[in-house]
């Protein structure tokens, strides 16, 4: 996944966007990245926080449609591991 940076806006365009009590500043790339798994059992889907590590494994079996084994975290709040289910 190639991820590509939209162009910087001009002088102009900040100002316009800005409103009377703000200051334009130099503009800053979010690099805050939560990652999300949806993932179904039976007719409900659920959404669940994960890590980076988890989100590469899922699309790397994604497009093979491998189904996966979900291993989730305390209460079940977040997915910790998925695996490729073996045959």
Known sequence: MVAY???RPGV???EQRK???E???KP???KDVKYK???GVGNTQQTLPTNYDVY???VKT???KTPLELTLGINDDSVEKAEPVSK
């Open 56 to 58: 590469r494994q899922v």
């Open 28 to 30: 800053e790339l979010v």
């Open 12 to 14: 102009d365009e900040v």
């Open 5 to 7: 940076l939209p162009p």
């Open 19 to 21: 409103r009377p009590q």
């Open 62 to 64: 994604y497009a093979q």
């Open 37 to 39: 798994l949806t993932y």
């Open 23 to 25: 200051e334009a500043g």
